[in-house]
């Protein structure tokens, strides 16, 4: 870092100094022409008018007048040449230390900008290995919470709802085994701002409730988590998130928040994806939908994706639903292929042309399993496996459609 920085300066200096010598050398040549010119001119008249004397041509006391009048002027050009040089001298060096100002200023402001102080240029691979250490490396749960000013409970609440609160807390301390009064806690919590209290409300009632736990069980505390340490992504929150996924890909909060993890980790190419699939799925009232539409456009950004935002829950044709392939199994052979052929055929078209989320590639990789296309389900699988190279949750799924559809082992 501190070589850069020398080899910087040095360059600096070199150009300015170029420039000032530029700006000294073209000042100083504009100035002795224009004051050389001046005196050159009434030091040639008086040489002629003593020429003129000697031949005879003017008589000396008209001579004597027109000398004293050149040596006059003479005398006021050798000043203003004096005085040029004077402002001449002080102009330059105001403007070399305006050029150097300015270089040393603007190149230091540009790279803070533009640069990132104190890394150097990463190769793609070498910047997936770091955002992959700042994933595995970030702050826990009660770090970040930690972090955070403490709970004040609101002073305008309203006296009767402060009552409830305070017998609910009571009633499920003095029960701790109660599921529905730790889940009601956890949504009041929630409701004043008790974030903190809510999700280990929330974490409680998901322990009382054992194998029931859904995945939208596990998507409100990976939300409550995330809420509780003021919007960060911690490794307790990604572990819910991930778990609710696992119950249900499509779980839009869980997903939500999984970009946000990705995005705050270094990965915006994945976070990207998520979000944008999200936006094409919907429904436009979706929770997620406003805080991605206010980040989504500077994500592309950072993704290096030309992007435009489409319409929202627009994308309704998805493909052949997974029931829709069992149904089609007990058709002839003529009805199914009428049924999921055009089916497939629009979800190939729209993955070749403006690509999808991998739960649509999987969803082609099964269908044409099914259809018995082993060919060019191998070469889709193939495809998608290149287009999500660094999403591990997404190949995981692209897989598993493959196996299915008997393309891999």
Known sequence: ??????????????????????????????????????????RAQLDEVDRDVARGVVAKADAERVHAEIARRLIAADKAQS?????????PAFVALAVIGVAVLGSVLSYLW?????????????????????????PKQEVAEASLPPFVEPIDIDPRYQELLTQLRNTVAQRKDDVQGHVLLAQQERRI?????AKEAQQRALTLKGGDVTAQDLADLGEMQVVAAGGYVSPEAEMSLRAALNKDSQNGAARYYLGLMLAQTGRPDQAFRIWDSLLRAGPEDAAWIPPILGQIEELARLAGVSYSIPAIGGSTERG???????NAQDMTPAERMEMIGSMVEGLSERLATDGGPATDWARLISSLGVL????RAAAIHANAVDVFADDKDALELINAAGRRAGVID
């Open 372 to 375: 018995g296309e082993s060919q």
């Open 1 to 42: 870092m501190l070589s850069f920085w020398v080899v910087a300066t040095a360059i600096t200096l070199m150009v300015a100094a170029i420039l000032i010598r530029a700006v000294l050398k073209g000042t100083k040549r504009e100035v002795e022409s224009r004051a050389a010119s001046d005196v050159a001119v009434y």
């Open 320 to 326: 052949p639903t997974a029931a829709d392939v069992a």
């Open 114 to 138: 533009l640069g990132a102080p104190g890394y150097g240029d990463m190769a793609l691979k070498d910047r997936i290995a770091f955002a992959e250490e700042v994933r595995l490396n970030r």
């Open 83 to 91: 005085a040029e040089q004077a402002t001449s001298a002080r102009a």
């Open 193 to 197: 701002g008790n974030y903190i209290a």
